[in-house]
Nanobody, 122 residues
Framework: QVQLVESGGGLVQAGGSLRLSCAAS????????MGWFRQAPGKEREFVAG???????YYPASVKGRFAISRDNAKGTVYLQMNSLKPEDTAVYYC????????????????WGQGTQVTVSS
């Protein structure tokens, strides 16, 4: 069982940066693939970053070069550094843990946090 708690969301102007954190409980954190997803009102949940147990990273084209995911296994935490934010990045951001490989599909993840709101003003 893994419990995930996100933090770091907030209101930022376009072009600004935010760093989200996701603290995980459980002794097997280092073996999990971790992902960040987001969901805007009226839209489907969208994959924005993933990191394997060996710290290999994955991004969709929409955020590549602006977002960076990292993990600190000693602290049981995964981070999402978001730079050059745009109003279209506004969403609730969720972290997720899966026992398989990193996937853009939310159905491959077993555990989810409660989400943190990110709002980017123009």
């Amino acid at each position: 069982q893994v419990q995930l708690v996100e933090s770091g969301g907030g209101l930022v102007q376009a072009g600004g940066s935010l760093r989200l954190s996701c603290a995980a409980s459980g002794r097997t954190f280092s073996s999990y693939a971790m992902g960040w997803f987001r969901q805007a009102p009226g839209k489907e949940r969208e994959f924005v970053a993933g990191i394997s147990w060996s710290s290999r990273t994955y991004y969709p084209a929409s955020v590549k070069g602006r977002f960076a995911i990292s993990r600190d296994n000693a602290k049981g935490t995964v981070y999402l550094q978001m730079n050059s934010l745009k109003p279209e990045d506004t969403a609730v951001y969720y972290c997720a843990a899966g026992s398989s490989i990193v996937s853009p599909s939310e159905y491959e993840y077993d555990y989810w946090g409660q989400g943190t709101q990110v709002t980017v003003s123009s």
